[in-house]
């Protein structure tokens, strides 16, 4: 049902679910601004918005997972520098008439995501707006100089991506494709999962970090748009091998369903957020190790970054060609 | 001219502006999350948004401008609880085809706003939206106990207010009727740029801090809903002499051509974000003279805060009435 709602008794609710007792809050949501205690580590900062209509639709996402993802894409930012979370901002733009029990559930999942890790809703706003837009900001510590940079990357670095690639664009289509009835498939709803409740790696990414990770990324618009930015960033280059990719099994099994090509998928279907690390070769295998022991999480090679700057991919035909970035451009 | 481009492209533009090698910004935009050193202080957060259709139309808003009040908005809650404003995130939401120029405007405006009060732009994300939508999060610094909160203000303190009410909204209207040719009288002129390029009362609130204010938050919604909020904050009433405000002159010479009551403006309007204050009857003066000295800005007192919790409007009259609140519910 939807009722009309004022501000008031919608930020009244969102302040009993933030908590404003949580450590080191001394003035959270209720005032101008938030006041925090500084840590004692290197401030890190990052924001993503989600918009409906370009990153989800309502018809299909629901208000806990939006939430949930719209917390996990800004964690993923963070662990991406090895940074520990600490505290977060959420800005709201809602068409009338507001649903609050849409909201309520919105602020369940951001919750549920920033509970995980420690994080807690300090501040936003809630504002009209045509369609749902969110906008989250996550602050982060980390050690002085401990941060891993997308820019650290040395040709001879082993290119290892976390966990597997494609389940989340593969989620998308079977969002996107609900009507078709394969919904109910585990294979399909293992990926709906994936792109819906993505998982920031953020004590794996410190597991990297102290492996002696060179460089680290998240790969949030697919691998073959991230890894020549890292390449960019580094001043290296890259060479690819595509029979080595970690493509996720449920994006396998559903491929012929859905139509899609499964390499091209996971190199270029984005929103996975696994992480894509520079890491020497003689540190990959214990760093491997202590991920799959620690997390269960695999830690795969899949090719090697080059003096030489330019990307290459080397498929199964032992044939190189130039990489081309198909991922995610944002006004594409 | 509206030309295809490319996130890349745009982001590389973005990060001209932006300038990475900022005080204390030890990685800036171009990597998953910004690194800071941490200051001294207490960290201070706020996040607000501005949606087309919304809080502007770009038929009659400029890029510049709109940049420009998004950093507006976010250093007046800043200052609000004076704090001193440092690093800046925005995410921007955009219809595509997206027009590079209006975006470089936009961020034009809006490092101009940030770099009269010394903050870099740090980060922020690009996405595309079927409206604009600027999310902007601010961080500023306070020493530690430092902050001034809304919850602070004391039966019998004065009920102050900074510079004069009833301008922006006066512009709103002047930028909607803009059609009816008002727009070139000098009234118009003002009241359109109060709307567009709000001043936020950054060193002005340090001033009130140091004076002794007890309460401050900034007037964005207007007296008659902010004024009930600092009240339900401190466990305190006011009553308000609507003769003593000090309304916008432009607006009171604009009024009838807008069809507008200068006193209900001043009252309900909104986006003046001037300062709200509580302080003790005996600091008053002094703050006044010293605001009026340094900045030329008025302080004005409106009425007094009550142990009595009914907030109650004085007018001309000589009558007391319940304060209504009118202002601007984002959801009304």
Not at 88 to 99: H, K, N
Not at 125 to 140: E, F, I, K, Q, Y
Not at 214 to 232: K, N, Q, T, V, Y
Request: proline share 5%.
């Amino acid at each position: 049902v939807q009722v009309r709602v004022t501000e008031e008794e919608l930020l009244a609710a969102i302040r009993k679910v933030a908590g404003a007792d949580a450590p080191r809050v001394l003035v959270g949501i209720g005032d101008d601004a938030a006041v925090l205690e500084a840590g004692a580590g290197q401030l890190v900062l990052t924001s993503d918005m989600l918009v409906e209509g370009v990153h989800f639709e309502r018809a299909w996402m629901s208000a806990r997972d939006v939430g949930f993802k719209a917390a996990s894409v800004n964690l993923s930012d963070l662990a991406a520098m090895a940074a520990s979370p600490r505290h977060c901002l959420v800005s709201l733009g809602l068409p009338t008439p507001v649903d609050p029990a849409w909201v309520m559930e919105f602020f369940a999942g951001l919750q549920e995501a920033c509970e995980e890790h420690g994080v807690s809703v300090v501040g936003g706003d809630l504002d009209r707006a045509s369609a749902v837009v969110v906008s989250v900001t996550m602050t982060g510590e980390v050690s002085p100089g401990k941060a891993v940079l997308r820019s650290g990357a040395l040709g001879g670095d082993a290119i290892a991506v976390t966990g597997f690639l494609g389940a989340a664009a593969g989620g998308l289509a079977v969002a996107r494709a609900s009507k078709r009835g394969v919904a109910g498939a585990p294979w399909a709803r293992a990926v709906a999962r994936a792109f819906a409740r993505p998982t920031a790696r953020v004590a794996e990414a410190q597991v990297l970090a102290s492996a002696g990770a060179h460089a680290m990324m998240d790969i949030s618009d697919g691998l073959a748009s991230d890894l020549p930015r890292m390449c960019e960033a580094s001043g290296v280059g890259a060479q690819l091998h595509t029979d080595e990719l970690p493509v996720s099994e449920e994006l396998r099994r559903g491929a012929d369903t859905l139509g899609l090509d499964p390499i091209a998928v996971a190199l270029s279907g984005g929103e996975d957020y696994e992480l894509l690390v520079a890491i020497p070769s003689e540190a990959l295998v214990a760093a491997a190790a202590e991920l799959r022991e620690r997390f269960g999480l695999p830690l795969t090679s899949v090719g090697r970054f080059t003096r030489a700057r330019s990307v290459t991919v080397l498929g199964a035909d032992d044939a190189e060609r130039p990489l081309e970035p198909r991922g995610w451009d944002h006004f594409a």
